[in-house]
């Protein structure tokens, strides 16, 4: 299970951490450091869009094209977490962010594209213009 948190409610302009940790249950986090892992949003009426992910390693990133520059991922391999730096916030950027994971051998190129074995349950940003 991926448990995210540090969503809630912002300013245009504001800056906003997120944060996701595997439980243990049916995602082991002895194993979540091998996974790709990333963030997904859903705004109100909309499908579900891709907004970050990092490889196992850490090295490698990607974003959307709409949060490039302005969010950071990364991940503490030790602690097994993900976390997602907002920065620059936008009324555009409110919606359920969701972590996400996905076992190899499959990387991040496959969880851009939604392959995803684990999701969080989400957490609420809503940023107010």
């Known amino acids: 299970q991926l448990v995210e948190s540090g969503g809630g409610l912002v300013q245009a302009g504001d800056s906003l951490t997120l944060s996701c940790a595997a439980s243990?249950?049916?995602?082991?986090?002895?194993?979540?450091?091998?996974?790709?892992m990333g963030w997904f949003r859903q705004a109100p009426g909309k499908e579900r869009e891709f907004v970050a992910t990092v490889s196992s390693s850490g090295r490698n990133t990607y974003y959307a094209a709409s949060v490039k520059g302005r969010f950071t991922i990364s991940r503490d391999t030790a602690k097994n977490t993900v976390a997602l730096e907002m920065r620059s916030l936008k009324s555009e950027d409110t919606g359920v962010y969701y972590c996400a994971a996905t076992a190899p051998p499959r990387t991040t190129q496959e969880l851009m594209k939604g392959t995803v074995d684990n999701w969080g349950q989400g957490t609420q940003v809503t940023v107010s213009s």
């Open positions: 243990g249950r049916s995602v082991s986090p002895r194993f979540v450091s091998t996974y790709a």
